[in-house]
């Protein structure tokens, strides 16, 4: 494994860096500094400039002029650049890897995975450039052709959080770009530095392309510099948004008032439901991925197991012992042995404590974990115990995402619809599965009485999404979908065009207008 | 008063960490997700439905507890948070 400073030098962070780019060029800023901590062992690891409304404003200049060439260049052509990027990008897979697991705590495999994440969407990218497809329709008139097509749509602001510090910024510019567009990127303040890594990794590739300066935007900015001046500007035609519903309900309602498009990815309250008919030992093995992965902090983490009271005893036992072997294996990300990194502060820590005491006092009853650890190695404070919570769906706690590792276990009674209510009835629609063996119980979580989630699968987990899958969720999720499938379209305009290649004037509806 | 209905939610984390615990107690939640949430403090109370003299009783406390944390260094964070929560249980 690299040393801190092997991994820093590598991507190019020094002790204090510059928090401002337009791809190529990077600013000097007159704002305050946003200083990253790991919550590996709450060292200082860099510190970042951050812009100003001044910087803002030039960015958000260059990404307009940027726009008017980008917007001509052929789609392969900009998938191009994509490509180069996914190469740079493996080439740079270890040390950007080890930075997310020292930035962010998630595990060095997770960290390498995010990376990867990282590779296969600009790879899906440039296989997208030449399928970005409109139709051709049949006309009413004679010698009329009816076409659609989808033209780049402009600026793209991607504000992303702490726990996919790069992935998602790559699900987003690499579609976007592909697509024609330009992007602003404000990248969560408790991980600037792999988003500065990242910049740094793709300068070369853009340098060697001739890139237009302002198509790769980054700004390490406050909410009070890129906040609701962000949201609200005419000049940002799409804001994608991954964080809270609280911050995805505030971005929805000022940019739906200037009429703006927006993709939400917000929170999730995701369960999986145990059927009597569930291969028992897949139902444990892939829930407890689900649920301590990423020390609980991913949007599509397992917050609840619906199981069905035949089988509640037997999965709940074997449950609790998957944890027993987990808890030996929490601690520094760094370590390959490691499963269970820390949170990432301690205002996470002090809700996952607030959790497990809220659902004693609604009346659940904390099955395992729940516990801070201490001692040599958690000096940070930040590392935790997953808990297990017996509890109602009901509750208000389980109601709630919180980010952090503590897993609810509802029983459920009768036929599989009775779990699937309880699946949705929860603000949330993100993320579901369902463990069984039996078709008829598959399918009716599949259908119209389902499932109301983005995500609905069968024999796999809540979290592990693909990239070639559209990916977000409803209801308080937000709506939005990134990544593969179609996402691309969100990225786009679309344009209907009538061409009239005859010498007549037929009107549409045969409405006759003569003068 | 050193903390006004105007500063970020963000800034407030910043500068006064005990105000998360503190703000919590009173139903608001400042961290979401794991990230600040956006706007002011004003915003967040009125989110609440707390009333103009509610939000000044707020802004009070935060004051009186930001004097009582100003001595203590970042070592003694986590007491000032014991002593926050029990501030917003009253």
């Known amino acids: ?515 | 008063m050193e903390i006004n209905k105007d500063i970020t939610i963000e800034e407030l984390i910043e500068k006064y960490p005990f105000s998360v615990q503190y703000l919590s107690k009173k139903g608001i939640r400042c961290i979401v997700c794991g990230e600040p949430v956006w706007g002011t403090l004003e915003e967040a109370c009125e989110e609440k439905d707390f009333t103009p003299e509610q939000i000044e009783e707020v802004l009070v406390e935060l004051n009186e507890l930001s004097k009582q944390n100003k001595n203590k260094t970042n070592d003694d964070k986590t007491r000032n948070i014991i002593e926050t929560r029990n501030l917003g249980d009253q």
């Open chain 1, 1 to 515: 494994m690299m040393t801190k400073q092997e991994i820093l030098s590598k991507l190019g962070i020094s002790e204090i860096n510059k928090g401002v780019t337009t791809g190529s060029e990077w600013f000097d800023t007159e704002g305050s500094t946003t200083a990253s901590y790991s919550p590996i062992d709450g060292e200082l690891i860099a510190e970042v400039k951050n812009g100003t409304l001044d910087d803002y404003e030039m960015i958000v200049k260059k990404a307009q002029e940027a726009f008017k060439v980008w917007r001509m260049t052929p789609a392969p052509v900009r998938a191009e650049v994509v490509r180069q990027i996914g190469l740079a990008l493996r080439e740079y897979k270890e040390p950007l890897g080890a930075l997310v697991t020292l930035e962010m705590g998630k595990i060095y495999q997770e960290g390498l995975g995010e990376v990867q994440e990282m590779i296969d969407i600009c790879d899906f990218a440039v296989g997208q450039a030449r399928t970005m497809n409109g139709m051709n329709l049949q006309s009413e008139r004679a010698k009329h052709r009816l076409t659609e097509q989808y033209q780049p749509l402009g600026i793209v602001g991607i504000v992303t959080s702490f726990n996919f510090p790069v992935a998602v910024w790559a699900w987003n510019s690499a579609l976007a770009i592909t697509a024609g567009d330009v992007v602003i990127w404000k990248p969560s303040s408790k991980t600037p530095l792999t988003a500065l890594a990242t910049m740094n990794i793709i300068r070369d590739v853009l340098k060697k392309h001739d890139v237009p300066e302002g198509v790769f935007n980054m700004i390490v900015a406050k909410s009070s510099v890129m906040g609701d001046n962000f949201l609200k500007d005419k000049r940002i035609n799409l804001v994608s948004l991954t964080g809270s519903t609280a911050v995805g309900k505030r971005a929805g309602q000022l940019v739906g008032k200037r009429l703006g498009k927006t993709i939400l990815e917000l929170g999730g309250n995701n369960a999986v439901i145990v059927t009597p008919n569930a291969d028992m030992q897949l139902a444990v093995s892939s829930t407890v991925f689900g649920t301590v992965g990423t020390a609980g902090q991913r949007c599509t983490s397992t917050r609840r197991i619906i199981i069905h009271e035949d089988v509640y005893n037997e999965f709940v036992e074997k449950f609790v012992h998957a944890y027993e072997s987990v808890k030996t294996k929490i601690g520094n990300p760094l370590d390959e042995k490691t499963l269970v990194g820390p949170l990432i502060d301690h205002f996470s820590v002090d809700l996952f404590k607030n959790a497990v005491e809220q659902v004693e006092e609604e009346g659940g009853k904390v099955l395992f974990g729940g516990q801070v650890l201490d001692g040599p190695g958690f000096e940070s404070g930040n590392y935790v115990v997953p808990a297990i919570a017996e509890a109602e769906n009901h509750y208000k706690i389980v109601q709630e995402e919180t980010f952090a590792p503590i897993v609810y276990l509802i029983k459920y009674k009768g036929g599989v619809e009775n779990a699937i209510e309880i699946n949705n009835d929860v603000p949330q629609g993100l993320s579901s599965a369902i463990f069984t063996r039996d078709l008829l119980e598959a399918e009716t979580f599949l259908s119209g009485m389902g499932s109301d989630c983005g995500i609905a699968n069968v024999n796999a987990g809540t979290s592990g999404a693909e990239i070639g899958g559209a990916f977000g969720g409803e209801k308080d999720t937000g709506g939005g979908r990134e990544s593969g499938s179609d996402a691309w379209k969100a990225y786009m305009r679309r344009q209907t065009s009538t061409i009239n290649y005859s010498h007549d004037l037929p009107l549409a509806q045969g409405i006759e207008f003569k003068f």
